[in-house]
């Protein structure tokens, strides 16, 4: 079975915070890692996706590549009450799916 | 770049009819185009996975039957959903992938099936 896993929160962050938010997933041999924000009632929307091990920074977020630890995070920085949304973590097992893990709620509050 | 739309948005219909449901890539070439649902407070599930001009693979649980897919060109895939009740009621989100990145995939704004 291969498992994406998130904490589901809330994350609960004042604004002008960083927001934290963090992935495992179980398949050593995946490729290609993604975010993605939904917003309540919204489709999910492409933050931005990391293949390499190492951050890659854009705008406000930085995502955070593990393979060893198979771990990905995505950091949010000066975090804003519009960042409140569910995000959702991705990964590419091959086979041209993703599997999604089940979204952190994040909570930014003004 | 990478717009996905979808039509209808939200769609109302009586128990026992068929509805469709059109995913367009609108400024790229889908190769791969992929049919989610999700329910209230869950997560996206994959329904089917389906390239230009082969059929469909749906995934286990999904039955291929009552959920048409027909993915006819490389900017169009469509979702029927026959002979509908009220348990299909459900939020239809589709993504495709394509172009450059391959595995990227964009999702269109969803679809609200609600069957009376």
């Known amino acids: 079975q291969k498992e994406v896993e998130q904490n589901s929160g809330p994350l609960s962050v004042p604004e002008g915070a960083i927001a934290s938010l963090n992935c495992t997933y179980s398949d050593r041999g995946s490729q290609s890692f993604f975010w993605y924000r939904q917003y309540s009632g919204k489709s999910p929307e492409l933050i931005m996706s990391i293949y390499s091990n190492g951050d890659k920074e854009d705008g406000r977020f930085t995502a955070q590549l593990n393979k060893a630890s198979q771990y990905v995070s995505l950091l949010i920085r000066d975090s804003q009450p519009s960042d409140s949304a569910t995000y959702l973590c991705?990964?590419?097992?091959?086979?041209?799916?993703?599997?999604f893990g089940t979204g952190t709620r994040l909570l930014v509050s003004p | 770049g990478a717009v996905v739309s979808q039509h209808p948005s939200w769609v109302i219909c009586k128990s026992g009819t068929s509805v469709k449901i059109e995913c367009r890539s609108l400024?790229?070439?889908?190769?791969?185009m992929f049919w989610y649902r999700q329910f209230p407070k869950q997560s996206l599930m994959l329904m089917a996975t389906?390239?230009?001009?082969?059929?469909?693979?749906?995934e286990q649980g999904v039955e291929k039957d009552k959920f048409l897919i027909n993915h006819a060109s490389l900017t169009l895939s469509t979702l029927t959903v026959t002979s509908a009740h009220p348990e299909d009621s459900s939020f239809y989100i589709c993504s495709a992938s394509g172009g450059g990145q391959t595995d990227t995939q964009y999702f269109g704004p969803g679809t609200r099936l609600t069957v009376l």
């Open positions: 400024d790229f070439q889908a190769t791969t």
């Open positions: 991705a990964v590419n097992t091959g086979f041209q799916k993703l599997v």
């Open positions: 389906s390239n230009e001009g082969s059929k469909a693979t749906y």
